[in-house]
């Protein structure tokens, strides 16, 4: 539960302390979605539309249970997944153009 600042510089001391949290959680989730590139065997599976709206339904739910706005979840949630299916995309093709042909 957020505290309640007394004065902006409270208030933006705050978020610079959740964006850290948050980028540090970005590059854990970004080194899962790197392994995941190693199981997935075409780009399709790589962009897997039902395993997004898995999630986006997922995340609305948590929304709803500790008080965050879902659409901004949703709306956060789609941007962090197209850019993290972008880099998926990358190393997915960098590893199978390094795979030996069998």
Do not use: W
């Amino acid at each position: 539960m957020a505290v309640t600042c007394t004065t902006l510089e409270e208030v933006r001391s705050n978020i610079d302390r959740l964006d850290q949290q948050i980028v540090t959680l970005l590059a854990e989730r970004g080194q899962f979605v790197s392994q995941a590139a190693c199981f997935k065997k075409d780009t399709d599976s790589v962009k897997a539309p039902q395993r997004v709206e898995q999630v986006i339904a997922k995340v609305r739910d948590l929304s709803h249970s500790v008080g965050a706005n879902p659409d901004v979840t949703e709306q956060v949630y789609r941007a962090m997944i197209a850019a993290f299916i972008q880099l998926e995309l990358a190393e997915h093709a960098e590893l199978t153009q390094t795979s030996p042909k069998n």
